[in-house]
């Protein structure tokens, strides 16, 4: 992975507000209570020194009943056991992390990556997971036409499988800086165009809060793409960056998240909120105390009303 360089932030920016009053604008004292439901995930990469029976156990004592799955995990335990053990633990899996590659700057082909992905849908499928998170890989040598090309080709022979798992596969774009290393998605309209080509019910976005916060008009946009949101990953900005790895759990950094949860939740997004926190600082906490904290944080950063919103999309 690139270094990272620091980028200028010296407060926490608001996203532009709809200039039309809505319901949760004009709404009450008395309806101000209780905050809408929204459904937080731990992904295995925030507690990347646990094992998945330690994820699944931590989730559980910390009053969380979702996990999101990283891959190296579920592989070192045992997909049968995996399977098993989430069935036994009815825990709802929020999202498998990650497939692609798909351009080969990896070291892998198209087609081991196109078999590897398949392997990751039918698994996600048994464990009743919402989607598959899709990394495109980088751009390499080859032309951004040709790289597209190879990422359309591998979404259309994978979308028929995903259905018939019944599970989406959620592309993800990602800051510039992981351009080199992860893929050549760096926006919201590099990856929507992706999308309109493939062209399929079971292909939307994960949306990365991290890597998306910065996007030009984002209020706006978040309310025109949320019927193509299939996960919401979520961590926290630190200015200014101090590692690689230095995201921070919800509300502890620079990143309007209070205004991208209403938005989304406005939209009518009742998908899952993956705490994915890449961090050299607190992968060396004890983690329940930090799920605990995360739980507790990403509450206060959601809407303390009933918000009028846009019939759910999942």
Same mark, same amino acid.
């Given at each position: 992975?690139?270094?990272w360089s620091?980028?200028s932030?010296?407060?926490?920016p +608001?996203?532009e507000r709809?200039?039309?009053?809505?319901?949760h604008?004009?709404a009450?004292p008395a309806?101000q209570?209780?905050?809408p439901?929204?459904?937080l995930?731990v992904?295995?990469?925030?507690? %990347?020194?646990?094992?998945l029976?330690?994820?699944?156990?931590?989730?559980?004592d910390s009053? %969380?009943s979702?996990?999101g799955?990283?891959?190296?995990?579920?592989?070192?335990?045992?997909?049968?056991?995996?399977i098993?053990?989430?069935?036994?633990?009815?825990?709802d899996?929020?999202?498998?992390?990650?497939v692609g590659?798909?351009t080969?700057?990896?070291?892998h082909?198209f087609?081991?990556?196109?078999?590897?992905a398949?392997?990751?849908?039918r698994?996600?499928?048994?464990?009743g997971?919402?989607?598959?998170?899709v990394v495109s890989?980088?751009r390499?040598t080859?032309t951004?036409?040709h790289?597209r090309?190879?990422?359309l080709?591998a979404?259309r022979?994978?979308?028929?499988?995903?259905?018939?798992a019944?599970v989406?596969?959620?592309?993800?774009?990602?800051?510039?800086?992981?351009?080199?290393?992860?893929?050549?998605?760096?926006?919201?309209?590099?990856t929507?165009?992706i999308?309109?080509?493939?062209?399929?019910p079971? %292909?939307?976005?994960a949306?990365?809060?991290?890597?998306?916060w910065?996007?030009?008009?984002l209020?706006?946009r978040?309310?025109?793409?949320?019927?193509?949101?299939?996960?919401?990953?979520?961590?926290d900005?630190?200015?200014?960056?101090r590692?690689?790895?230095?995201?921070?759990?919800p509300?502890?950094?620079?990143?309007?998240?209070?205004e991208i949860?209403?938005?989304?939740?406005?939209?009518?997004y009742?998908?899952?909120?993956d705490? +994915?926190v890449?961090?050299?600082?607190?992968?060396?906490?004890?983690?329940?105390?930090?799920?605990?904290r995360?739980r507790?944080?990403?509450q206060d950063?959601?809407?303390?009303?009933p918000?009028?919103?846009?019939?759910?999309?999942?």
């Amino acid at each position: 992975m690139s270094d990272w360089s620091t980028l200028s932030r010296t407060s926490r920016p +608001q996203l532009e507000r709809a200039d039309q009053p809505t319901a949760h604008d004009s709404a009450s004292p008395a309806q101000q209570t209780s905050p809408p439901s929204a459904r937080l995930s731990v992904n295995g990469l925030t507690t %990347i020194r646990w094992d998945l029976l330690q994820d699944v156990s931590g989730c559980r004592d910390s009053e %969380i009943s979702s996990i999101g799955l990283w891959r190296p995990k579920v592989l070192e335990f045992g997909e049968d056991r995996a399977i098993e053990l989430l069935r036994d633990s009815s825990m709802d899996v929020s999202s498998v992390s990650w497939v692609g590659g798909f351009t080969g700057t990896n070291g892998h082909s198209f087609h081991d990556s196109v078999w590897d992905a398949r392997q990751a849908i039918r698994f996600a499928g048994e464990v009743g997971a919402e989607c598959v998170v899709v990394v495109s890989g980088s751009r390499g040598t080859h032309t951004l036409n040709h790289a597209r090309r190879l990422l359309l080709d591998a979404l259309r022979e994978l979308a028929d499988d995903a259905a018939e798992a019944g599970v989406h596969l959620a592309l993800q774009p990602m800051h510039p800086m992981f351009a080199s290393d992860w893929t050549f998605l760096t926006t919201l309209d590099e990856t929507t165009d992706i999308l309109a080509m493939a062209d399929h019910p079971q %292909i939307g976005l994960a949306f990365d809060t991290y890597h998306l916060w910065q996007e030009p008009g984002l209020a706006a946009r978040l309310r025109e793409l949320v019927s193509l949101v299939k996960v919401v990953q979520v961590s926290d900005w630190h200015e200014p960056v101090r590692s690689r790895h230095d995201r921070l759990l919800p509300g502890d950094g620079i990143i309007p998240l209070a205004e991208i949860f209403e938005c989304l939740i406005r939209a009518g997004y009742r998908g899952h909120y993956d705490l +994915q926190v890449w961090s050299d600082k607190s992968w060396r906490e004890d983690y329940l105390e930090l799920i605990g904290r995360a739980r507790r944080q990403f509450q206060d950063l959601l809407p303390p009303t009933p918000v009028a919103a846009a019939p759910p999309t999942r």
